[in-house]
């Protein structure tokens, strides 16, 4: 979203390949410097949005996001080889979720994975592997050493366009290692949420120092890891293998020879077990929310989707979402601004129902106010195909109707709840007495 536009605007400024790519990584690096210094301040709000937000909207959240993103994506990839991906899928569930005995004493996820990459590579070479199999090709050693740069104080000046961009990414960090951290507590391990962020903030501005370009955040799917054995070992021994490992250029060599087939069952997996918790470590009447919060997932994977050039022309694209048929508004635009946000929106929607389902209908009001404030800057519902956020009087045309729509449906259904809410019934009573 940044740095590819970024390299061909600087081009297009004049620049050799050389010198837009040197500026490229520049802006790269501040970008990370920007972001951090967000995640910084925002941490200290963690523990107060944990308290504020329900479980379920923590939870729900991120198992939304798990099922379509680590979930159905990753599966489509395993398929792509069915042979190898399905039968390591298969697999995994028999030793992770089924809880089956090996004949072997070895760690069920290790044997799967080598099972797998033994049957991909066997396949492969009898010529009945799945259609463009090719042997990787060998990657040199190297040696680069992380070292700390001023590079990024050049490249502050030109984030200022993409700051936009990279608020609001910075913001849906925060969300997700905030919802993180609930899945871990959730799991059975109380991690002050302030830490995780502080920790997450640190390592981004870290990387951002010593040349980095992508930001780090904590990883979903703790309470999966727990269930295949690891524990704090198994993370020590990650950070140092993936840290010297991609120093010595081992990393990615080693990336040639494992074959998404195999490697992608493992994350649908851990999809499964995310969402799986969400549903164990919730109340089970807000159950129907967090089902609600997981559509914005979905139409952000079909927007990720249908973005791809490769699927639909750019030209194209634009069309589909300025084409009003008649029956409303455009249906691209619908799934697009659906899906920007959708870590928040999902947050919001599922703690709004669940709210309601408690008879807590001024706390549904409030977080439906809520969305309705963030859909008028495009923090969620962004109706710039990028997400962007933007102030609301600087919209034209359908995008300011879009806008106005969306950010009125939360108006509307608030204005009903909060109707509703002045009327006292026994399920309210009933509510009030439990909650003191």
Not at 62 to 68: E, F
Not at 79 to 85: D, E, I, Q
Not at 302 to 320: C, D, H, M, S, Y
Request: contains cysteine; neutral net charge; charged residues 10%.
């Amino acid at each position: 979203l940044v740095l590819g536009p970024a390299f061909v605007a600087f081009k297009q400024q004049g620049l050799d390949a050389n010198a837009a790519a040197i500026a490229t990584w520049q802006l790269g690096m501040a970008s990370l410097i920007v972001m951090g210094t967000l995640k910084f301040v925002l941490s200290f709000a963690g523990d107060a949005i944990t308290r504020l937000i329900p479980r379920a909207g923590l939870l729900g959240s991120i198992a939304g996001i798990a099922l379509v993103l680590m979930g159905f994506l990753p599966l489509v990839e395993a398929l792509r080889s069915p042979v190898v991906g399905f039968a390591t899928l298969g697999l995994l569930l028999y030793v992770l979720v089924a809880k089956g005995r090996l004949p072997v004493k070895l760690p069920g996820v290790f044997v799967a994975f080598v099972f797998g990459t033994i049957l991909y590579y066997g396949l492969g070479a009898l010529g009945l592997g799945a259609p463009g199999f090719a042997w990787p090709q060998p990657v040199p050693l190297q040696f680069v050493l992380p070292w700390p740069s001023l590079g990024f104080i050049a490249g502050l000046p030109a984030t200022v366009p993409y700051l936009p961009l990279l608020l609001p990414f910075g913001l849906l960090m925060v969300v997700g290692g905030i919802n993180v951290s609930e899945s871990a507590r959730a799991a059975g391990d109380d991690y002050r949420t302030r830490d995780i962020l502080l920790v997450e903030a640190f390592s981004t501005l870290v990387a951002g120092f010593c040349g980095g370009v992508a930001q780090t955040t904590p990883y979903i799917g703790q309470p999966a890891y727990k269930h295949m054995g690891a524990r704090s070992g198994y993370t020590l021994l990650t950070g140092l293998f993936i840290g010297i490992g991609g120093m010595l250029g081992i990393v990615s060599g080693l990336v040639q020879w494992l074959p998404l087939a195999v490697l992608a069952p493992i994350i649908v997996y851990v999809a499964l077990d995310i969402t799986t918790q969400a549903f164990q470590a919730t109340p089970q009447r807000h159950a129907t929310a967090m089902v609600f919060g997981f559509l914005p997932s979905v139409a952000y994977m079909l927007a990720i989707k249908v973005g791809n050039p490769t699927w639909i022309a750019p030209q194209r694209f634009g069309e589909l979402m300025t084409a009003v048929d008649g029956h409303g508004l455009p249906e691209l635009a619908v799934i697009v601004t659906l899906g920007n946000g959708f870590i928040i929106t999902a947050m919001l929607w599922t703690s709004a129902v669940a709210a309601m389902i408690d008879a807590r209908l001024r706390r549904a009001v409030a977080f439906l106010l809520v969305a309705a404030v963030l859909t008028t800057f495009g923090v969620i519902h962004s109706v710039h195909p990028q997400g962007g956020i933007y102030l609301p009087w600087m919209l034209e045309g359908l995008s300011r109707i879009v806008m106005l729509q969306f950010a009125g449906a939360y108006v509307a259904l608030a204005v009903v709840m909060g109707l509703l809410s002045l009327q006292r019934d026994e399920r309210t009573q009933a509510t009030d007495v439990n909650a003191d």
